[in-house]
Each structure stands twice: as structure tokens, then as C-alpha cells.
């Protein structure tokens, strides 16, 4: 792991999310912790953390933006999902067309909403990735109880749904980020305790039963994380750019695309069986 910069804008001063643009590359899209007025602005950065962009998100009053997603039809995922005290009833995530960095605009509009409900008690929830036709999200809990993944349809067209409980991990550290490869066969989630992998070659039901791996790194503001070439890339609330490097974080083959998690937009090819595709059962 190593320190790529540090975010410079004096107002990115809580950065919760990040996602690595496919269409621009070397772009990054990230945002502060939290919602409405300046909490409400979208920026594009380099890697080191220069501002390239500053915009204003428009069409919903946000209440506490927690990640960012992408996918590579040039659209961004916007995570309302924080829930601290828990009296949160519904959570939502919006869609906008990823803008140009380099066009000097003020404003990115919201495109599409989806409300989505809890199917029991409320939890407090950071972390927001797409993969093929679902939204997922992760449950950020304490006291040493196991991380959950939820996911719910893009193309549901409901006013409000209900998210669905897919996989319970193993993983008991607060979890404050998540982000899958764009060829779904990598998915990734940064927490209190460090960084961590899983194999899932695009069933992300499977981080119940795969093992990951871990690279400690003890930082109590580690908020968004999204995979490029080299690895996988985290940010932090006190501004901090890290790169965790280790080979069983790098993609290599393909470039990917997230957010404090990362988006894999519908349409994407899953990996053929015998390329890094879906592994044999164990035997009983």
C-alpha cells in the first residue's frame, strides 16, 4: 500500500466515495460526506487529488451521500444511504449522466431514482456498487456482527422497493466502502480494520463462502474505494489517496469502473467457464 496525494480542494474536506471514470481516464469522481447545499457537490480529481471539476447535483435534497458508483454508459450512481442514528425508513440512490470534466459546467441533473425500503430493522449502511441488472449495497455494523450484502433491481420501476438480504460475510469490521471489477470477477470492501478481497467471479452471492483477502491498515477514516489497473484505490476523510497494490488486488486485464463502490452496468459479459469464470463446487 502506498500514498498516491492528497485531495486539495479546501471544500472536499470529507471525502466518503470515489469512482474511477472509464470514459476519462485518470478521472476520479468523488464527493463529501453528507447532503444538501455544499455538501451536494460532485468533483472530478487526479489521482494525486487535483480538482478538475466542481459541480453542483440538482433534483433531490440529499441526506446524507455516503458513495458514488459509475458504469461504462456514461452514467454515475449516487448512494443517499446513510443512516447513523438508524430512524431512516427508506434510502435512496440516484442516477446522473457523467458530465465532462473538461466543460466547465455548474450543474449535473438527476436522472433516475430508486427508493428502497429495508426488509426488517433499519441499518446504517456506506457502501454502494452495480453489477449487471442489480444495485447492491452493504450494511456498515458494529460489535463485531457480520457485514450483509442487499441488492435490488435497476429496472424496477416501483416508487419503492424493498431491498433484499443476498449474503451475510464473514467480515466484522464497520465496512465503510465497496467496489466490484468491471468484469465482476473481483469485489472489494474497505472497513476500519483495512482492505479487503474476495473471488467472485460475477455471483456476488458468493462473498458469503469466499475467503478473503486482507490487508491491514487501521485507519478510522477510510471511506471509498474503487479498482483501476494497478489496484485498488481508497480515499479518506481526512483527504488522504491510498493505493493497496498487493497482486490479488489488480484487475489487469480490463479497466474498471466504481464506487465507494464501483458500477458494472447491465449488459457486461460475464467471465466463460475455464477464464477465471464461476469455480467447481467443493465435494461433499
Not at 192 to 198: D, E, I, L, Q, R
Not at 227 to 255: D, H, K, M, Q, W
Request: aromatic share 8%.
Amino acid at each position: 500500500m502506498r500514498l498516491l496525494g492528497q485531495l486539495g480542494h479546501p471544500r472536499l474536506s470529507e471525502s466518503s466515495g470515489v469512482a474511477a471514470s472509464p470514459q476519462f481516464p485518470g478521472v476520479l469522481w468523488t464527493h463529501n460526506d453528507g447532503g444538501g447545499g455544499r455538501k451536494q457537490m460532485l468533483y472530478a480529481v487526479t489521482r494525486e487529488g487535483r480538482t478538475l471539476a466542481e459541480l453542483l447535483v440538482t433534483g433531490a435534497a440529499l441526506v446524507d451521500w455516503e458513495d458514488i458508483a459509475i458504469d461504462d454508459q456514461r452514467h454515475l450512481y449516487v448512494g443517499d444511504l446513510g443512516n447513523n442514528d438508524l430512524k431512516r425508513r427508506e434510502l435512496a440512490v440516484y442516477q446522473l449522466d457523467e458530465p465532462d470534466p473538461n466543460a466547465h459546467v455548474l450543474f449535473v441533473q438527476i436522472k433516475r431514482s430508486w427508493r428502497l425500503r429495508f426488509p426488517g430493522e433499519p441499518f446504517d449502511c456506506e457502501s454502494l456498487f452495480v453489477w449487471e441488472h442489480h444495485g447492491y449495497v452493504v450494511s456498515k455494523v458494529f460489535k463485531d456482527a457480520p457485514a450483509q450484502v442487499f441488492r435490488f433491481p435497476l429496472t424496477n420501476e416501483l416508487a419503492a422497493q424493498t431491498l433484499e438480504l443476498i449474503a451475510t460475510t464473514k467480515l466484522d469490521s464497520p465496512v465503510t466502502g465497496a467496489t466490484i471489477s468491471s468484469d465482476g470477477r473481483l469485489l472489494a470492501m474497505v472497513a476500519k480494520s483495512g482492505a479487503f478481497v474476495y473471488k467472485v467471479n460475477g455471483d456476488v452471492s458468493r462473498v458469503a463462502r469466499s475467503k478473503a483477502h486482507q490487508t491491514k491498515f487501521r485507519h478510522e477514516h477510510i471511506e471509498g474505494c474503487t479498482f483501476v489497473p494497478e489496484g485498488l484505490l481508497a480515499t479518506a476523510e481526512s483527504r488522504e489517496i491510498y493505493l493497496f497494490t498487493e497482486p490479488a488486488f489488480r484487475t489487469n486485464r480490463v479497466s474498471t469502473a466504481n464506487g465507494k463502490g464501483q458500477a458494472q452496468t447491465p449488459g457486461r459479459k460475464r467471465p466463460r467457464p475455464g477464464q477465471d469464470g464461476p469455480e467447481p463446487e467443493p465435494r461433499p
